[in-house]
C-alpha cells in the first residue's frame, strides 16, 4: 500500500457526536497506521525442519543462496561438515494448516501454504528410501546475471521463487506428497564452497531419483501432447522444431543431468505434465524424421528445419543422450560425450570439462576442483585417461580453430574451448583390437599400415555427377591402371553406400545379419570395356572434344557403378552425400578438409586411391597413412578408420579407407608422451 492512501486514509471526517467512537477510531487508526509501516516490506516465509522461519523480500537472494535454509538433517538430525556430504535440500508443500506467505513478488497469490524445506545427506535418502523428483531446467538470464554477480533483484527473486513452487504445484496435482530438487532454491548458489561439492554431487543426485523432470519453459504443451508420428508434413516441421529450440537444449549441466536419470518426464511452458516419458517423445520424432527424409530427402528435411531457426544438432544430441543412458552395447568414449555437451553453452569452461570427466567416470587421484584450475592438465589428464580406457577418440580429434598445439602433448586438440567440432563420427559401436594404447608411459598404438601419401588435393565433390566421375577415375587410372577391380574397390571408399555406415547398420533395432554384403556386385566386364575406352583419352591434350568423350564414358560408369541411384536411408545418390559431407566440412570449419590421395603401400608397392579428412597439408612421400583395426563409429565403414601421420605429428584421419591390397602389416606408431 502507498505512502498516498495512508494519509489519505489519516484524513478520514469523524463524526463529533460520538466521543467514544472519535477514540476508538483514533486508535484504530495509529494501529492500521503501524501495521502498514510494517507491511511494507514483504516477507517470505518456509517451514525448515519444524521452524517458521522468514527472511525479507529485499535480501531474498542473500537468505535462499546463503545459509537462511541450512539446518541439520531431516533424517539423522546430524550437522553438515565442510568436509562431508553436502546437504540435499529438497522442497515439499506445507500442509493445509500452514500459514500462507506474505510475499509480493510472486504478483498473485501462488500458494496457500509455506514451502517445506528439508536437508539431509544422500547417504540417508538411501537409507530412508526418502522418494523426490529433480528438476532438470535451463536457467533465466535474469537468475543467472544475479547468482554471477551477487545482485539482489526482484525479478530474479520472483523466479526463483516462483519457478520451483509451480513446478511442485504441477507435479503433486498428478503425484501427491512429492518432494521436488530444484536448484533455484536446493543450491546456496553464494556459497562456493557448498556449491562445488553439490556441482560433483549432480550424477548421483540424478541417477539415485526414479523419476526426472525436465522443464521446457519455453514449448506449449500442443507441440507435445499430440501424435507426432501421424502429423502431416508442415505440423511435423513445426512441432518438431518447436521442441529442439527449447532453451533447454542450448544449456550443458542439462545434458549431464539428463544422462544420469532413469524415467524423464517433461514439464511444459504451460505447466503440463507430458504423459509419455522423454524417451518415448525422442523415438517419435526420429521415427517421423527419418519416414519424411525418405519421403522428401534429407537435404529438404533439414533445411525445412533450419527455416525454423534451429538446427538438427540438437535432435541429434537428444538421441545420444538416450543412446548414452540406454545402449549399453556402446561404448561411452570422450570423443562421443564431446559431441553430445560440445555445442551447449555453459558459464565456466570449468564446468564443461568437469561435465565431461562426470560423464566418463573420471576419477583422478587429486581434487577434480583443484586439478581443473588448470584447465590443461586436466584435459590432459582426462584424455590419458580414455586412452588407457582403450578409447582412440583423442587421437581423432579435428584441431580447434586457433588453439596452439602444446609441446608438452602435440598430439592433445580441445584443451582450450572442447568445442563439438573436436567431434563428428559419433558414437563407437566397437573398440579397436589394437590395445594398449599407451605403452612405457608413450602414446604408441600398434596400427596397420596403409601406405605412404604420394599426392593429395582438396576435393569437395561439387558440379555436375560427370565431371565428379571423370575427376575420380582420372585419379584410379593414374594410380592402379585400367584395373576394374581396384576402381570398383576406390569407388566403394570415395562413395561408401550410407547403409553400410554403422549408424544405419545397428541403429533402430537392425539386426547384423539383415545388411548387405559390404563388397558390392558390379559388371566388372562392362566396366572393364569403358575403362579401356577411358584410359587413352587421359594421354591426350585436353580439348573440349576429348573432355566432352570422358564425360560420356563418366555417365556410363556411374550407372555401371550405381552411383546414381537413391539410397536406402536417403534420397540422396552416393555422389550426392559425398558433396554434402564436402560442404559440411566447408561450413562448420571454414576450409576444405576432404579430398583425395594416391597412397602407396609400403610392403607391395601398389598404389590405391583413398579419401582422406585433412587438418594439415601432406608432405608426398612423407606423410603415412595408419588404419585402427577393428575401430567402429557412426559414421563410418568396418575396417575404415585410420589416421594420418607426418614425424609423429596427426595432420588427418582415414574414415572409409577399406583395405586395397592383400598386405596387413602391423608397426608400432609413437605419437607423443603420455605424461607431462
Not at 527449447?246 to 536419470?261: G, H, K, N, P, T
Not at 538416450?322 to 560440445?342: F, P, V
Not at 586457433?402 to 559401436?429: F, I, S
Not at 605429428?649 to 574414415?655: A, D
Amino acid at each position: 500500500m502507498s505512502d498516498n492512501v495512508a494519509d489519505g486514509i489519516a484524513n478520514w471526517p469523524i463524526s463529533l457526536s460520538k466521543a467514544s467512537s472519535t477514540i476508538d477510531l483514533k486508535r484504530k487508526r495509529l494501529n492500521s497506521t503501524a501495521s502498514l509501516a510494517i507491511s511494507r516490506e514483504p516477507s517470505v516465509s518456509f517451514h525448515v525442519g519444524s521452524e517458521l522461519r522468514q527472511t525479507p523480500q529485499s535480501s531474498f537472494l542473500s537468505y535462499v543462496w546463503g545459509t537462511g535454509l541450512d539446518s541439520d538433517c531431516a533424517s539423522c538430525g546430524k550437522h553438515f561438515p565442510p568436509d562431508g556430504e553436502p546437504p540435499i535440500r529438497t522442497i515439499a508443500a506445507g500442509n493445509s494448516n500452514s500459514q500462507a506467505s506474505v510475499i509480493d513478488i510472486t504478483q498473485e497469490p501462488l500458494s496457500p501454504w509455506n514451502l517445506r524445506i528439508l536437508n539431509r545427506h544422500l547417504s540417508c535418502i538411501k537409507a530412508n528410501k526418502v522418494t523426490y523428483v529433480p528438476i532438470s531446467h535451463a536457467w533465466h538470464p535474469m537468475v543467472a546475471t544475479a547468482q554471477d554477480l551477487r545482485l539482489e533483484s526482484i525479478d530474479a527473486s520472483r523466479l526463483v521463487y516462483q519457478i520451483p513452487l509451480r513446478t511442485l504445484l504441477a507435479l503433486t496435482s498428478k503425484f501427491p506428497s512429492t518432494e521436488i530438487w530444484h536448484d533455484y532454491l536446493s543450491v546456496p548458489q553464494w556459497r562456493p564452497e557448498v556449491q562445488g561439492r553439490l556441482l560433483l554431487s549432480i550424477p548421483e543426485i540424478y541417477n539415485h531419483a526414479a523419476k526426472t523432470v525436465i522443464h521446457l519453459d519455453d514449448v506449449g504443451a500442443t507441440h507435445l501432447l499430440g501424435q507426432v508420428k501421424d502429423s502431416p508434413y508442415d505440423k511435423f516441421i513445426i512441432d518438431f522444431a518447436a521442441i529442439i529450440r527449447s532453451r533447454w537444449f542450448d544449456r550443458m549441466w542439462v545434458a549431464l543431468e539428463y544422462i544420469q536419470s532413469n524415467d524423464v518426464i517433461i514439464l511444459t511452458e504451460d505447466y503440463k505434465i507430458c504423459d509419455a516419458y522423454a524417451r518415448e517423445i525422442c523415438h517419435q520424432l526420429d521415427t517421423a524424421h527419418s519416414k519424411w527424409i525418405k519421403k522428401r530427402s534429407n537435404s529438404t528435411v533439414t533445411e525445412d528445419i533450419w527455416k525454423q531457426n534451429t538446427t538438427l544438432k540438437r535432435m541429434t544430441s537428444w538421441i545420444d543422450m538416450e543412446a548414452w543412458k540406454n545402449e549399453h552395447d556402446m561404448h561411452r568414449t570422450l570423443g562421443w560425450a564431446i559431441g553430445i555437451l560440445g555445442h551447449r553453452k555453459c558459464q565456466y569452461t570449468r564446468d564443461y570439462f568437469l561435465a565431461l570427466g562426470k560423464m566418463l567416470d573420471f576419477r583422478p587421484e587429486q581434487d577434480p576442483l583443484v586439478l581443473i584450475e588448470n584447465r590443461f592438465e586436466y584435459f590432459f589428464s582426462l584424455a590419458t585417461f580414455a586412452l588407457q580406457e582403450g578409447d582412440y577418440s583423442p587421437l581423432l580429434f579435428i584441431p580447434s580453430l586457433g588453439e596452439d598445439t602444446d609441446p608438452r602433448a602435440p598430439w592433445l586438440r580441445g584443451h582450450t574451448t572442447g568445442t563439438w567440432k573436436l567431434w563428428d563420427m559419433g558414437r563407437c559401436h566397437r573398440k579397436a583390437t589394437s590395445q594398449p594404447i599407451i605403452r612405457d608411459s608413450m602414446i604408441q598404438p600398434q596400427l596397420q599400415t596403409v601406405g605412404v601419401i604420394e599426392s593429395f588435393e582438396y576435393y569437395d565433390f561439387g558440379g555436375d555427377a560427370e565431371s565428379v566421375m571423370d575427376y575420380v577415375v582420372s585419379k584410379v587410372v593414374r594410380a592402379s591402371g585400367r584395373d576394374a577391380q581396384a576402381l570398383c574397390e576406390a569407388v566403394d571408399r570415395i562413395f561408401p553406400r550410407n547403409e553400410e555406415k554403422a549408424v544405419n547398420m545397428e541403429w533402430k533395432d537392425a539386426k547384423q545379419e539383415d545388411f548387405p554384403a559390404l563388397v558390392s556386385r558390379y559388371d566388372l566386364d562392362k566396366i572393364q570395356g569403358l575403362l579401356e575406352k577411358y584410359g587413352p583419352l587421359l594421354d591426350m591434350t585436353p580439348e573440349q572434344e576429348i573432355t566432352q568423350q570422358r564425360y560420356e564414358i563418366a555417365k556410363k560408369l556411374i550407372r555401371a557403378l550405381k552411383l546414381s541411384k537413391e539410397g536406402k536411408h536417403a534420397r540422396e545418390s552416393r555422389l550426392e552425400l559425398a558433396a554434402g559431407e564436402a560442404d559440411w566440412f566447408l561450413r562448420e570449419y571454414g576450409t576444405p578438409m576432404e579430398g583425395i590421395s594416391q597412397i602407396r603401400c609400403k610392403i607391395c608397392g601398389r598404389w590405391s586411391v583413398f579419401r582422406l579428412v585433412m587438418w594439415g597439408e601432406p608432405t608426398p612421400a612423407v606423410a603415412q597413412v595408419y588404419r585402427i583395426p577393428g575401430l567402429l563409429y557412426d559414421e563410418n565403414v568396418p575396417d575404415g578408420i585410420g589416421i594420418v601421420v607426418e614425424r609423429d605429428r596427426i595432420i588427418g584421419k582415414m574414415i572409409y579407407g577399406t583395405p586395397a591390397c592383400r598386405c596387413c602389416q602391423s608397426e608400432f606408431v609413437k605419437l607423443g608422451s603420455a605424461n607431462l
